[in-house]
C-alpha cells in the first residue's frame, strides 16, 4: 500500500479554517457567502427551541471564525485573479485540507516538475546513500608507465559524472604509475559524462588527456593544475582492442544521491532523464509514481521522459502536490526534508535562485519551462505560521513563458502574505559536490 494511503491526518496548525468555512474541495470564496447564511439560518432556528443555551455559548467563536474568513480573499479567488481562468493551481494546507482547486485535474505538460516524479524513484529505489560506480581496468601489464593494452572504463549511469570527476580519476591513475596507453580508451556499460551519454568514451579520454576541462583542473588541483595536464595520458591508439575484464585501476563513486539529485534539481539538469537508465528506464518512474497517488489520480499522471522533455508528458496539479509530499515522506525517513532534494528560492543556485528575491528561503520547489510546447510550471513548499506546510503547484498551459512565470510568481507572492509564511531552517552548502566523490 502506497505510503499516501496510511498517512493520518495532522493536527489542524494554528488558524486553519473548518470544512465548513473552507468550502469543500477548495469551492471558491463566493460559494462560502450563500453557506454562511444558511448556517446562521439554522443557529437562528436553534435559538427558539432546547438548544438555545449551547448555541449561546459558542455563537461568539462561530461569528469569529467567520469574520476571519469573509475578512480576507480565499485562495481560490487570488488564483483566478493572478494566474488566469483555467490554469491549473493546486495547493493543501499541513493538515490535508483542499486551499485552492482550479483545473486541479487537467493533466498538463509538466515541464521539468517531473524531476520530482524521478527525484522520488530514484531515492526510493536506491536510497538517499546510493553511490553510483564508474570503474577503470587495464586490459594489459602496465610497465615503465605505459598500459600495454585498452584502458577501459565500465559506466555506470552515473549523472554526476563531470570534468572534475575526470581531473579526480586521472590523480587517482597516475597514483598508480599510469602515464600513457598504448592502445584507446574503451567504454563498456551506460556511461554518462558532463550530463549527457558518452557511448564510445570520447568526450571523456579528451579530458583524461589534458585536452578540454578548463576550469576543473584548477578546481580539483590548485596550483598544480597546470602541471597535471600537461602530464595527462597519452593515448597512443597502437593496439587492437581486448575483450577481456582486465585489472582493475580505479574506482570512481560519486557523491551520495540526495546530493547528486539536489544539485541537478537546482540547475534542472536533463541528464535525469538517462539516470532514470539506473531504475531500468522512466517507465519505472512513472510506475513509481502513479503508486504514490490516489487512484483516481493515476491517469494524470504519463511519464515518457524523466527530465520533462519530449512532448508526451503530462501530470495535473493535483498529482505533482501529491508527489511533493510522496517526496517529503521518503526524505522524512532519513530526517530530511524537501530542502535536501529541491532547490531553495533566493539561497541555492540554478533556476529558484532570481524568483521572488524578495522572499529569499521561503520556497522550496520545482521549476518546469518548455516554451516550445507551451508549458511553463512552479511547483513547491510554504512553511506557514497559519497552515503549517502548504504545499502548492501552478502548472500553465498556452502561455508565453514570461507572462506565465509572472502569474506564477504573482500568485506565490499572495500565498505567501495570506498564509503567513516564513523561511525554512536551511543553510546552502558550501562545498561543490564532487568533493564528496570518493575514488580509490
Avoid at 480573499?73 to 483566478?80: D, M, V
Avoid at 589534458?210 to 576550469?215: C, H, K, L
Avoid at 499522471?301 to 508527489?323: F, K
Amino acid at each position: 500500500m502506497p505510503r499516501w494511503a496510511s498517512r493520518g491526518a495532522a493536527p489542524a496548525p494554528r488558524g486553519a479554517a473548518s470544512d465548513v468555512l473552507r468550502g469543500s474541495g477548495g469551492s471558491s470564496y463566493e460559494r462560502l457567502v450563500p453557506a454562511i447564511s444558511r448556517f446562521f439560518g439554522i443557529i437562528i432556528a436553534m435559538l427558539h427551541g432546547d438548544h438555545a443555551p449551547a448555541v449561546i455559548l459558542v455563537l461568539p467563536l462561530l461569528l469569529h471564525a467567520t469574520r476571519a474568513v469573509a475578512g480576507e480573499p480565499s485562495l481560490a479567488h487570488l488564483a483566478h485573479a493572478t494566474v488566469g481562468a483555467g490554469q491549473g493551481v493546486y495547493a493543501v494546507a499541513g493538515d490535508g485540507t483542499v486551499l485552492v482547486a482550479q483545473a486541479a485535474d487537467r493533466a498538463v505538460h509538466p515541464a521539468s516538475v517531473t524531476k520530482v516524479a524521478t527525484s522520488l524513484a530514484l531515492l526510493e529505489r536506491l536510497g538517499p546513500w546510493h553511490r553510483f560506480e564508474t570503474r577503470v581496468r587495464a586490459t594489459g601489464p602496465v610497465r615503465a608507465g605505459v598500459l600495454a593494452g585498452d584502458l577501459v572504463v565500465e559506466g555506470g549511469n552515473d549523472p554526476f559524472l563531470v570534468d572534475e570527476s575526470a581531473v579526480l580519476l586521472l590523480q587517482r591513475l597516475r597514483a598508480r604509475g599510469l602515464r600513457a596507453v598504448e592502445g584507446r580508451l574503451v567504454a563498456r556499460g551506460p556511461l554518462l559524462f558532463d550530463w549527457q551519454p558518452d557511448p564510445d568514451g570520447g568526450r571523456l579520454a579528451r579530458v583524461l588527456s589534458g585536452a578540454d576541462g578548463n576550469g576543473a583542473w584548477s578546481a580539483v588541483a590548485g596550483d598544480e593544475a597546470g602541471i597535471l595536464r600537461k602530464e595527462a595520458l597519452v593515448f597512443h591508439g597502437r593496439q587492437p582492442r581486448s575483450q577481456g575484464p582486465g585489472e582493475r585501476l580505479a574506482v570512481h563513486r560519486s557523491p551520495p544521491l540526495l546530493h547528486v539529485v539536489k544539485v541537478l534539481n537546482g540547475y534542472s539538469n536533463n541528464v535525469f532523464h538517462f539516470a532514470a537508465g539506473a531504475l531500468g528506464g522512466v517507465a519505472v518512474v512513472e510506475e513509481s509514481a502513479r503508486a504514490h497517488v490516489p487512484a483516481e489520480m493515476r491517469d494524470e499522471i504519463v511519464i515518457d521522459n524523466g527530465a520533462g522533455a519530449g512532448t508526451t508528458n503530462r501530470l495535473s496539479p493535483r498529482a505533482a502536490v501529491a508527489l511533493l509530499g510522496a517526496l517529503a515522506d521518503e526524505l522524512a525517513r532519513e530526517g530530511r526534508d524537501l530542502t535536501a532534494a529541491l532547490p531553495v528560492s533566493g539561497i541555492d543556485p540554478g533556476t529558484l535562485r532570481e524568483r521572488l528575491t524578495e522572499h529569499p528561503g521561503v520556497i522550496v520547489g520545482k521549476t518546469g519551462t518548455f516554451g516550445s510546447v507551451g508549458a511553463s510550471a512552479l511547483a513547491g513548499a510554504l512553511r506557514t505560521r497559519r497552515y503549517g506546510v502548504v504545499r502548492f503547484a501552478v502548472l500553465n498551459a498556452g502561455l508565453p513563458v514570461p507572462e506565465a512565470r509572472a502569474r506564477q510568481d504573482a500568485f506565490v507572492r499572495r500565498v505567501i502574505a495570506a498564509t503567513e509564511a516564513v523561511p525554512w531552517s536551511y543553510t546552502s552548502p558550501t562545498q561543490p559536490a564532487y568533493l564528496a566523490a570518493q575514488v580509490e
